[in-house]
Protein backbone atom coordinates (compact mmCIF):
# COMPACT_ATOMS: atom_id res chain seq x y z
CA UNK A 1 0.00 0.00 0.00
CA UNK A 2 1.08 3.49 -0.71
CA UNK A 3 2.52 5.61 2.34
CA UNK A 4 0.62 8.68 0.25
CA UNK A 5 -2.78 9.09 1.77
CA UNK A 6 -5.56 9.16 -0.83
CA UNK A 7 -8.81 9.59 1.33
CA UNK A 8 -11.24 7.99 -1.18
CA UNK A 9 -14.03 11.02 0.06
CA UNK A 10 -15.22 12.85 -3.27
CA UNK A 11 -18.47 14.64 -2.97
CA UNK A 12 -18.86 15.50 -6.36
CA UNK A 13 -22.10 17.34 -6.18
CA UNK A 14 -21.53 19.01 -3.01
CA UNK A 15 -17.82 19.90 -1.34
CA UNK A 16 -15.43 18.34 -3.87
CA UNK A 17 -17.38 19.98 -6.96
CA UNK A 18 -17.66 23.69 -5.04
CA UNK A 19 -13.80 23.37 -4.39
CA UNK A 20 -13.09 22.40 -8.52
CA UNK A 21 -15.10 25.35 -9.53
CA UNK A 22 -13.40 27.67 -7.38
CA UNK A 23 -9.94 26.28 -8.46
CA UNK A 24 -11.05 26.31 -12.14
CA UNK A 25 -8.70 28.86 -13.73
CA UNK A 26 -5.41 27.01 -12.13
CA UNK A 27 -6.32 23.54 -12.51
CA UNK A 28 -7.31 24.12 -16.35
CA UNK A 29 -3.45 25.09 -16.30
CA UNK A 30 -2.37 22.08 -14.01
CA UNK A 31 -4.14 19.61 -16.88
CA UNK A 32 -3.75 20.80 -20.27
CA UNK A 33 -1.09 18.81 -20.94
CA UNK A 34 -2.44 15.76 -19.98
CA UNK A 35 -6.12 17.22 -21.89
CA UNK A 36 -3.83 17.43 -25.01
CA UNK A 37 -2.61 14.73 -25.68
CA UNK A 38 -5.76 12.41 -24.68
CA UNK A 39 -7.24 14.41 -27.32
CA UNK A 40 -4.58 13.63 -30.08
CA UNK A 41 -5.25 10.11 -28.89
CA UNK A 42 -8.96 10.16 -29.49
CA UNK A 43 -8.10 11.13 -32.92
CA UNK A 44 -11.76 12.77 -33.24
CA UNK A 45 -13.11 13.05 -37.26
CA UNK A 46 -15.88 14.91 -38.17
CA UNK A 47 -18.93 14.47 -38.08
CA UNK A 48 -18.61 12.48 -34.62
CA UNK A 49 -20.71 11.87 -31.79
CA UNK A 50 -18.46 11.59 -28.71
CA UNK A 51 -19.81 11.55 -25.38
CA UNK A 52 -17.32 13.21 -22.60
CA UNK A 53 -17.44 11.55 -19.05
CA UNK A 54 -16.88 13.31 -15.99
CA UNK A 55 -17.00 16.10 -18.33
CA UNK A 56 -16.79 19.01 -15.11
CA UNK A 57 -17.25 22.59 -16.83
CA UNK A 58 -16.25 21.57 -20.42
CA UNK A 59 -12.95 22.44 -20.56
CA UNK A 60 -12.56 19.42 -22.97
CA UNK A 61 -16.16 19.05 -23.97
CA UNK A 62 -15.38 22.85 -26.12
CA UNK A 63 -12.17 21.86 -28.24
CA UNK A 64 -13.88 18.56 -28.91
CA UNK A 65 -16.87 19.67 -30.33
CA UNK A 66 -14.62 22.10 -32.14
CA UNK A 67 -12.98 18.87 -34.03
CA UNK A 68 -16.64 17.22 -34.43
CA UNK A 69 -17.43 20.03 -35.93
CA UNK A 70 -21.21 21.02 -37.60
CA UNK A 71 -22.27 17.74 -38.58
CA UNK A 72 -21.12 16.34 -35.22
CA UNK A 73 -22.46 16.27 -31.41
CA UNK A 74 -20.59 16.24 -27.97
CA UNK A 75 -22.71 15.56 -24.97
CA UNK A 76 -21.26 16.21 -21.98
CA UNK A 77 -21.79 14.06 -18.67
CA UNK A 78 -20.98 14.87 -15.20
CA UNK A 79 -22.24 14.41 -11.62
CA UNK A 80 -21.70 18.08 -10.86
CA UNK A 81 -25.02 20.27 -10.67
CA UNK A 82 -22.72 23.26 -10.09
CA UNK A 83 -19.85 22.22 -13.02
CA UNK A 84 -22.29 21.61 -15.66
CA UNK A 85 -24.22 25.12 -14.94
CA UNK A 86 -20.44 26.43 -15.30
CA UNK A 87 -20.08 24.64 -18.43
CA UNK A 88 -23.58 25.55 -20.19
CA UNK A 89 -23.27 29.20 -19.20
CA UNK A 90 -19.41 28.37 -21.15
CA UNK A 91 -20.56 26.93 -24.13
CA UNK A 92 -19.85 28.97 -27.26
CA UNK A 93 -23.33 29.87 -29.18
CA UNK A 94 -23.64 27.05 -32.01
CA UNK A 95 -21.21 24.98 -30.59
CA UNK A 96 -22.33 21.28 -31.06
CA UNK A 97 -22.73 20.32 -27.45
CA UNK A 98 -25.33 19.62 -24.86
CA UNK A 99 -24.50 18.98 -20.65
CA UNK A 100 -26.36 16.25 -18.68
CA UNK A 101 -26.06 16.55 -14.96
CA UNK A 102 -26.40 13.04 -13.81
CA UNK A 103 -24.17 9.92 -13.08
CA UNK A 104 -22.74 8.16 -15.99
CA UNK A 105 -22.23 5.21 -14.50
CA UNK A 106 -25.97 4.48 -14.75
CA UNK A 107 -27.96 7.51 -17.22
CA UNK A 108 -29.88 6.04 -19.77
CA UNK A 109 -27.86 6.55 -22.68
CA UNK A 110 -28.73 5.88 -26.56
CA UNK A 111 -27.25 2.18 -27.09
CA UNK A 112 -24.49 1.58 -30.17
CA UNK A 113 -24.90 5.62 -30.92
CA UNK A 114 -21.20 6.95 -29.98
CA UNK A 115 -18.15 6.76 -31.70
CA UNK A 116 -16.29 7.91 -28.83
CA UNK A 117 -16.02 7.75 -25.56
CA UNK A 118 -13.96 10.21 -24.12
CA UNK A 119 -12.67 11.56 -20.37
CA UNK A 120 -9.78 14.23 -18.87
CA UNK A 121 -9.78 13.13 -15.44
CA UNK A 122 -13.21 11.82 -15.05
CA UNK A 123 -13.41 8.46 -14.72
CA UNK A 124 -11.75 6.98 -11.98
CA UNK A 125 -14.79 8.11 -9.57
CA UNK A 126 -16.95 5.38 -9.84
CA UNK A 127 -17.95 2.66 -7.38
CA UNK A 128 -18.16 -0.17 -9.21
CA UNK A 129 -15.65 0.37 -12.39
CA UNK A 130 -16.10 -2.54 -14.45
CA UNK A 131 -19.93 -2.20 -14.22
CA UNK A 132 -19.88 1.51 -15.15
CA UNK A 133 -17.52 1.22 -18.40
CA UNK A 134 -19.81 -1.75 -18.80
CA UNK A 135 -23.06 0.76 -19.07
CA UNK A 136 -20.84 3.41 -21.00
CA UNK A 137 -19.38 0.62 -23.59
CA UNK A 138 -23.32 0.02 -24.58
CA UNK A 139 -23.48 3.43 -25.66
CA UNK A 140 -20.65 3.03 -28.13
CA UNK A 141 -20.94 1.99 -32.05
CA UNK A 142 -19.19 -1.59 -32.60
CA UNK A 143 -15.76 -0.90 -33.25
CA UNK A 144 -16.03 2.91 -31.38
CA UNK A 145 -13.58 4.38 -29.86
CA UNK A 146 -12.45 4.58 -26.28
CA UNK A 147 -9.56 7.47 -25.09
CA UNK A 148 -9.29 8.63 -21.60
CA UNK A 149 -6.24 10.22 -19.45
CA UNK A 150 -6.26 9.67 -15.71
CA UNK A 151 -3.53 9.70 -13.17
CA UNK A 152 -0.57 7.59 -12.20
CA UNK A 153 0.01 6.37 -8.51
CA UNK A 154 0.30 9.14 -5.93
CA UNK A 155 3.86 8.24 -5.58
CA UNK A 156 4.82 9.36 -9.06
CA UNK A 157 2.69 12.68 -8.78
CA UNK A 158 4.23 15.35 -6.92
CA UNK A 159 0.86 17.55 -6.68
CA UNK A 160 0.17 14.97 -3.71
CA UNK A 161 3.51 13.16 -3.23
CA UNK A 162 5.65 16.73 -2.22
CA UNK A 163 2.55 18.07 0.00
CA UNK A 164 1.86 14.59 1.61
CA UNK A 165 5.31 13.29 2.35
CA UNK A 166 6.16 16.79 3.94
CA UNK A 167 3.00 16.71 6.30
CA UNK A 168 4.13 12.83 7.45
CA UNK A 169 5.31 13.84 10.69
CA UNK A 170 2.52 16.46 11.67
CA UNK A 171 -0.88 14.64 10.90
CA UNK A 172 -0.57 10.91 11.30
CA UNK A 173 -1.61 9.49 7.81
CA UNK A 174 -4.99 7.65 7.02
CA UNK A 175 -4.36 4.24 5.60
CA UNK A 176 -6.03 4.34 2.25
CA UNK A 177 -6.80 1.55 -0.63
CA UNK A 178 -4.85 3.00 -3.44
CA UNK A 179 -8.18 1.24 -5.57
CA UNK A 180 -10.63 2.92 -3.64
CA UNK A 181 -12.83 5.46 -6.10
CA UNK A 182 -10.62 8.48 -6.17
CA UNK A 183 -7.76 10.50 -8.49
CA UNK A 184 -5.40 7.27 -8.36
CA UNK A 185 -8.15 4.46 -8.39
CA UNK A 186 -6.31 3.37 -11.72
CA UNK A 187 -2.50 3.91 -11.04
CA UNK A 188 -1.52 0.44 -11.12
CA UNK A 189 -1.82 -0.44 -15.08
CA UNK A 190 -2.78 -4.16 -14.81
CA UNK A 191 -5.96 -3.50 -12.82
CA UNK A 192 -6.66 -0.80 -15.30
CA UNK A 193 -6.37 -3.05 -18.16
CA UNK A 194 -8.42 -6.33 -16.10
CA UNK A 195 -11.77 -3.64 -15.53
CA UNK A 196 -11.76 -2.73 -19.37
CA UNK A 197 -11.25 -6.33 -20.37
CA UNK A 198 -14.03 -7.35 -18.12
CA UNK A 199 -16.29 -4.03 -19.26
CA UNK A 200 -15.36 -6.04 -22.41
CA UNK A 201 -13.60 -3.33 -24.17
CA UNK A 202 -10.75 -5.15 -26.78
CA UNK A 203 -7.21 -3.39 -28.33
CA UNK A 204 -6.65 -1.92 -24.47
CA UNK A 205 -3.49 0.27 -24.56
CA UNK A 206 -2.34 2.28 -21.83
CA UNK A 207 0.91 4.59 -22.29
CA UNK A 208 2.47 6.59 -19.58
CA UNK A 209 2.45 10.52 -19.86
CA UNK A 210 4.93 12.30 -18.27
CA UNK A 211 5.30 16.26 -18.22
CA UNK A 212 6.63 19.19 -16.10
CA UNK A 213 3.14 20.53 -14.54
CA UNK A 214 3.39 24.53 -13.81
CA UNK A 215 1.32 24.33 -10.02
CA UNK A 216 0.95 27.41 -8.49
CA UNK A 217 1.89 31.04 -10.08
CA UNK A 218 3.05 34.73 -9.20
CA UNK A 219 4.54 37.78 -10.30
CA UNK A 220 7.47 36.61 -8.01
CA UNK A 221 8.73 33.28 -6.87
CA UNK A 222 7.23 33.61 -3.70
CA UNK A 223 4.03 34.41 -4.69
CA UNK A 224 4.32 31.38 -6.55
CA UNK A 225 5.02 29.24 -3.93
CA UNK A 226 2.73 30.51 -2.03
CA UNK A 227 0.05 30.07 -4.75
CA UNK A 228 1.10 26.45 -5.15
CA UNK A 229 0.31 25.82 -1.20
CA UNK A 230 -3.36 27.33 -1.61
CA UNK A 231 -4.01 25.17 -4.14
CA UNK A 232 -2.53 22.23 -1.99
CA UNK A 233 -4.64 23.40 0.72
CA UNK A 234 -8.17 23.66 -1.23
CA UNK A 235 -7.86 20.72 -4.05
CA UNK A 236 -6.40 17.28 -3.55
CA UNK A 237 -5.39 14.80 -0.40
CA UNK A 238 -3.97 17.26 1.32
CA UNK A 239 -7.13 19.55 1.53
CA UNK A 240 -8.94 16.30 3.08
CA UNK A 241 -6.04 15.24 5.60
CA UNK A 242 -5.36 18.91 7.29
CA UNK A 243 -10.18 19.65 6.61
CA UNK A 244 -10.63 18.89 10.24
CA UNK A 245 -7.24 19.72 12.43
CA UNK A 246 -6.84 22.54 14.45
CA UNK A 247 -5.41 25.94 13.27
CA UNK A 248 -1.61 25.22 14.67
CA UNK A 249 -1.68 22.19 12.86
CA UNK A 250 -2.84 23.72 10.21
CA UNK A 251 -0.18 26.37 10.35
CA UNK A 252 2.72 23.84 10.73
CA UNK A 253 1.67 21.77 8.00
CA UNK A 254 1.80 25.06 5.62
CA UNK A 255 5.26 26.08 7.00
CA UNK A 256 6.36 21.65 5.83
CA UNK A 257 3.95 21.97 2.68
CA UNK A 258 5.69 25.53 1.64
CA UNK A 259 9.23 24.37 2.18
CA UNK A 260 8.60 21.49 -0.22
CA UNK A 261 7.50 23.53 -2.63
CA UNK A 262 10.39 25.66 -2.79
CA UNK A 263 12.84 23.02 -3.02
CA UNK A 264 11.65 22.85 -6.85
CA UNK A 265 12.61 24.74 -9.55
CA UNK A 266 10.51 27.57 -11.49
CA UNK A 267 10.75 31.13 -11.95
CA UNK A 268 7.21 32.88 -11.41
CA UNK A 269 5.89 29.12 -11.24
CA UNK A 270 6.64 26.01 -9.11
CA UNK A 271 7.48 23.19 -11.56
CA UNK A 272 6.24 19.66 -10.04
CA UNK A 273 6.51 16.22 -12.01
CA UNK A 274 3.19 14.93 -13.53
CA UNK A 275 2.37 11.62 -15.06
CA UNK A 276 -0.66 10.02 -16.35
CA UNK A 277 -1.92 7.07 -18.60
CA UNK A 278 -3.33 7.68 -21.67
CA UNK A 279 -5.68 4.85 -22.53
CA UNK A 280 -7.19 3.86 -25.62
CA UNK A 281 -9.20 0.87 -26.50
CA UNK A 282 -12.20 -0.20 -28.76
CA UNK A 283 -15.55 -1.22 -28.79
C1 LIG B 1 -11.08 15.56 -11.65
S1 LIG B 1 -12.58 16.26 -12.20
C2 LIG B 1 -12.28 16.47 -13.96
C3 LIG B 1 -13.27 17.40 -14.60
C4 LIG B 1 -13.03 17.69 -16.08
N1 LIG B 1 -13.09 16.48 -16.88
C5 LIG B 1 -11.72 18.40 -16.29
O1 LIG B 1 -10.76 17.79 -16.78
O2 LIG B 1 -11.64 19.58 -15.94
C6 LIG B 1 -13.64 14.83 -12.16
C7 LIG B 1 -15.02 15.08 -12.69
O3 LIG B 1 -15.73 13.84 -12.75
C8 LIG B 1 -17.04 14.07 -12.32
N2 LIG B 1 -17.62 12.81 -11.87
C9 LIG B 1 -17.21 12.03 -10.84
N3 LIG B 1 -17.97 10.92 -10.75
C10 LIG B 1 -18.86 10.99 -11.77
C11 LIG B 1 -19.91 10.14 -12.22
N4 LIG B 1 -20.19 8.98 -11.59
N5 LIG B 1 -20.65 10.53 -13.28
C12 LIG B 1 -20.38 11.70 -13.92
N6 LIG B 1 -19.41 12.54 -13.54
C13 LIG B 1 -18.65 12.19 -12.48
C14 LIG B 1 -16.90 15.11 -11.23
O4 LIG B 1 -18.10 15.79 -10.93
C15 LIG B 1 -15.82 16.01 -11.81
O5 LIG B 1 -16.36 17.04 -12.58
Known amino acids: MSDVETAPTHDWNGDSGTRWAANLARLDVMLE ?9 ANVRA ?4 LDIGCGSGTST ?4 EQVGPGGHV ?3 DISEQLVEIARAAAPIGAPVEFRCADAATTSLPAGSFDLLFSRFGVMFFDDPVAAFTHMRGALK ?3 RLAFVCWRGAQENDWVRLPMSAIRDIVEPVPADPTAPGPFAFGDRQRL ?10 AIDIVPFDTTISYGRGATRAEAVDDALDMAFQVGPLSRALADQPEDIRARAADAVRA ?4 RP ?6 IDGAGWIVTARN
Open 260 to 263: AFAK
Open 193 to 202: ADILAAAGFT
Open 142 to 144: PGG
Open 33 to 41: DFGKAAITA
Open 62 to 65: FPLA
Open 75 to 77: LGV
Open 266 to 271: GETSVL
Open 47 to 50: GELV
